[in-house]
């Protein structure tokens, strides 16, 4: 019996569920396709790097990068390497290898040290051609060298990733299993040649349709765009080419991602923004002070002990001040025909430009191109091309009503 990509995937993705418990199912589609992508690195402009992320140890993100190694080609686990070791790796005449960094937040968490060079690989490595420069002594020569630096990256770590990463980053919010989730062991004697057998497979089906994959020019949801794009474009090539359900719900899953993404770790910046959206909800300007005194009563909020100390008015406006908003003097009304007051603050014509821009709408979780969304509980399992790919675990997910296009 022929092999159908769809099969294909299927056995991926069942593989993948086996043994990773997936914050949602849109995790384990995008890790499948993220895999599948490693094998045609020469077909995109650039490469996203995929990051378990978790507040606490014992989530699952080593498993996941131990589970990845089975399924992509030339796996080098990176774990406290050298900046010599890693460049020699990414520069390999033998092929690019896929780098697994685990324990990320050694070389971007407050206990980095001396990992500038790691950093700058990463950073620039996302890109088709990309180069590190270094300077190499030979000799008594100092000379300057170019490292190829581009390859796929899989990340996992606690906490969070600079802003330079993280948005080049398909981000995976691991977690601590429930009692109710439950998944197999792992034994790479028992279980590995499973995954090679996967990987070998993948790796035919990619070079089949290595032409293919290069011209292709998939269309991307309105709500990804920019940089999220660059980071999607590769995982709904394939997906396109999958066919079957594979193309809808990549893109519900990459709205879904990107969403979470931009809601779970806003900078302090774009924190403050939507917060004063929120102070301005009812207000057409408002006095610093009483700006002041909502800011640092809302619950949850950093505004109330920023180092120590509440935000101030200083504070305020030199935060303000990197967006061009600056405080005005207004004058402020007491009741109808009452008195007035002037002092400083801010008004929501001031505001108004900067919401436009750094807080878009919140998007959707679908495009009525691809197909609507609806919240399931318990949902059965479907391997069907109107439901999703495998099965579900046993807390709410989304569940997409495919209309193919």
């Not at 914050?23 to 992508?37: C, D, N, R, V």
């Not at 399924?71 to 406290?80: D, F, S």
């Not at 032409?211 to 998939?218: I, K, Q, S």
């Not at 910046?269 to 002070?289: A, M, N, P, W």
């Amino acid at each position: 019996m022929t092999d159908t990509p769809t099969d294909l995937f299927r056995e991926i993705h069942a593989y993948l569920r086996k043994f990773i418990a997936y914050p949602s199912e849109h995790a384990a589609i995008a890790h499948a396709l993220w895999i599948a992508h490693t094998h045609a690195m020469d077909a995109w402009e650039s490469t996203p790097r995929i990051a378990f992320l978790s507040p606490e140890p014992g989530s699952g993100k080593t498993r996941a990068l131990e589970i990845t190694e089975n399924l992509v080609p030339r796996p080098v686990e990176a774990v406290n390497v050298t900046p010599a070791y890693l460049f020699r790796k990414v520069a390999d005449e033998d092929g690019r290898p896929t780098i697994l960094f685990d324990e990320i937040d050694t070389v971007f968490g407050p206990r980095a040290k001396d990992n500038e060079e790691i950093r700058g690989l990463l950073n620039a490595g996302h890109r088709q051609g990309a180069v590190a420069g270094r300077c190499v002594v030979r000799g008594k020569q100092v000379e300057t060298e170019e490292i190829p630096a581009y390859c796929a990256v899989a990340l996992a770590g606690l906490d969070d990733l600079p802003d330079t990463i993280r948005t080049r980053s398909i981000i995976v919010r691991m977690r601590r299993r429930a009692p109710d989730e439950q998944v197999e062991p792992y034994r790479r004697r028992l279980h590995a040649h499973e995954g090679h057998e996967l990987r070998d497979r993948l790796a035919a089906w990619v070079a089949g349709n290595g032409r293919t994959l290069r011209n292709a020019l998939p269309e991307m949801p309105p709500e990804i765009v920019d940089r999220d794009a660059d980071v999607w474009e590769p995982l709904f090539a394939i997906a396109d080419l999958i066919g079957g359900s594979w193309p809808a719900q990549v893109r519900v899953s990459a709205v879904t991602l990107v969403t979470l993404a931009k809601a779970g770790t806003p900078s302090l910046g774009i924190r403050l923004l939507s917060d004063l959206r929120k102070v301005f909800e009812d207000h057409e300007q408002l006095t610093t002070t009483d700006i002041l005194d909502a800011l640092n009563c809302m619950d949850e909020a950093p505004w109330g002990d920023i180092r120590g100390k509440p935000l101030d008015a200083r504070r305020l406006a030199r935060r303000l001040a990197k967006y061009d908003v600056k405080p005005k003097t207004i004058r402020m009304y007491q009741g109808l025909g009452g008195s007035s007051k002037t002092a400083k603050g801010y008004s929501r014509d001031d505001l108004h430009d900067v919401w436009q821009r750094y807080l878009p709408n919140e998007p959707a979780l679908g495009s009525p191109h691809y197909g609507s969304v609806t919240s399931v509980t318990n949902g059965t399992a479907t391997n069907d091309d109107a439901g999703w790919i495998g099965e579900s675990p046993a807390h709410t997910r989304t569940r997409l009503g495919v209309s193919q296009v």
